[in-house]
C-alpha cells in the first residue's frame, strides 16, 4: 500500500513527507496475530532499503494494552507536527476491507469513526476487481453508499489497477499449508517467519534435480 499511496501522491503533486508502519497492539483480539516482537523484527527488516521514507514506529505495540485507532494518530500527530511542521497533515493508509468494517457499527464505534474521518482523513486503497459481494456493486459505490454524508468528503480513494490478489491473510494460509510465499513476501521477512515458525509454517525441504 505505501508504493501505490506513494505513486498517487506524486502523480497528484502532493508532498509525501513519511509513511508510518504502525503494527498493532497484541491485545488487539485477532486469533492469529503473532507476537509484536516478531511483527516488528518482519518489518523492519523488509523495509531496510526503503528507510528514507518508510518507518515503522512500535509505539502502539509496546502499550500494556490494545489502543484504539484514534487515540494511536493523535499520538502521531503530536509528534509529526513537531517533525515537519504545524501545518502537517496526517492521514490513515487503509485497505477497501478495513474501511467497510468502518461501517459496521458492532465493530467500529461511529464517534471514533467520525473523529477519525473528520479529524485526519482516510486514505483509502481499493482493487479494481474488488466488488461487495451481497450487492454486485464496486467496493467504492459500496462503501459511498452506506457511508455517512458528513464522512464522504474526508475519504480519499486509490485505485490499484494492477491485479494483485495478494493479502496477509491468503499468505498465512500458504504458509500453514506448507507452500512457498517466495517472490509474494520479501526473503528477509520468510526467513524470520521459519526461523520462528511463525503461523505454523515450515521451512520448504531443498530439491535436487
Keep these: 500500500m505505501p508504493e501505490i499511496a506513494g505513486d498517487y501522491c506524486r502523480l497528484h503533486s502532493i508532498q509525501l513527507l513519511e ?34 521514507w518508510l518507518s515503522v514506529d512500535t509505539w502502539e505495540a509496546e502499550q500494556p494494552f490494545w489502543t484504539p485507532v484514534n487515540l494511536v494518530l493523535d499520538h502521531h500527530y503530536k509528534i509529526i507536527k513537531q517533525k515537519y511542521g504545524e501545518d502537517t497533515e496526517l492521514r490513515l493508509l487503509a485497505g477497501s476491507d478495513l474501511v467497510q468494517t468502518m461501517l459496521n457499527p458492532t465493530k467500529w464505534s461511529p464517534k471514533f469513526v467520525n473523529y477519525i474521518t473528520r479529524t485526519y482523513g482516510i486514505t483509502c486503497i481499493t482493487r479494481s476487481s474488488d466488488t461487495e459481494v451481497n450487492r454486485g456493486d464496486s467496493i467504492i459505490e459500496y462503501i459511498t453508499k452506506e457511508m455517512p454524508n458528513q464522512w464522504k468528503q474526508h475519504v480519499e480513494f486509490i485505485v490499484d489497477t494492477m491485479t494483485n490478489d ?34 505454523n509454517s515450515t521451512a520448504p525441504t531443498a530439491l535436487v534435480t
Design 19 to 52: 509513511v508510518i508502519i504502525s503494527p498493532v497492539n497484541e491485545f488487539y483480539n485477532k486469533t492469529s496475530l503473532t507476537p509484536a516482537t516478531h511483527r516488528i523484527e518482519m518489518l523492519q527488516a523488509a523495509i531496510y532499503n526503503d528507510n528514507k
Design 166 to 199: 495478494i493479502s496477509s491473510t491468503k499468505v498465512r494460509a500458504q504458509l500453514a499449508e506448507g507452500y512457498s510465499v517466495k517472490y509474494i513476501v520479501p526473503d528477509v521477512a520468510i526467513a524470520i517467519i521459519y526461523y520462528y515458525g511463525l503461523y
